[in-house]
Nanobody, 124 residues
Framework: QVQLVESGGGLVQAGGSLRLSCAASARTFSNYAAGWFRQGPGKEREFVAVINWSGGYTDYGNSVKGRFTISRDNAKNTVYLQMNSLKPEDTDVYYC?????????????????WGQGTQVTVSS
């Protein structure tokens, strides 16, 4: 069973930055693609960013392109999301997901493993 633990959320002013981390217990972490999603009350889980197993491919949701950067350190079993130029509309609970395979996955239902989420609040 894979467990994921997110950290790094908090309260920040508009224009500020946060760095989220997601630590995974997977023994073969490098065999998994990883993604970040966000979800607000009564809303569907929204795709934010994805990275393939090696870190050589990344993709982003349109609302965060140019502001957010996903990365991973396979030696530390950790995925990161650097969030810059934050806006109030980025306020949500952010979740990381892990999915075994060499592809990349942009839909929440494609992921088998999820963390508990970390709250990000951006004040105006």
């Amino acid at each position: 069973q894979v467990q994921l633990v997110e950290s790094g959320g908090g309260l920040v002013q508009a224009g500020g930055s946060l760095r989220l981390s997601c630590a995974a217990s997977a023994r073969t972490f490098s065999n998994y693609a990883a993604g970040w999603f966000r979800q607000g009350p009564g809303k569907e889980r929204e795709f934010v960013a994805v990275i393939n197993w090696s870190g050589g491919y990344t993709d982003y949701g349109n609302s965060v392109k140019g502001r957010f950067t996903i990365s991973r350190d396979n030696a530390k079993n950790t995925v990161y999301l650097q969030m810059n130029s934050l806006k109030p509309e980025d306020t949500d609970v952010y979740y990381c997901g892990l999915q075994y395979g060499t592809s990349v996955y942009r839909r929440a239902y494609e992921y088998d493993y999820w963390g508990q989420g970390t709250q990000v609040t951006v004040s105006s």
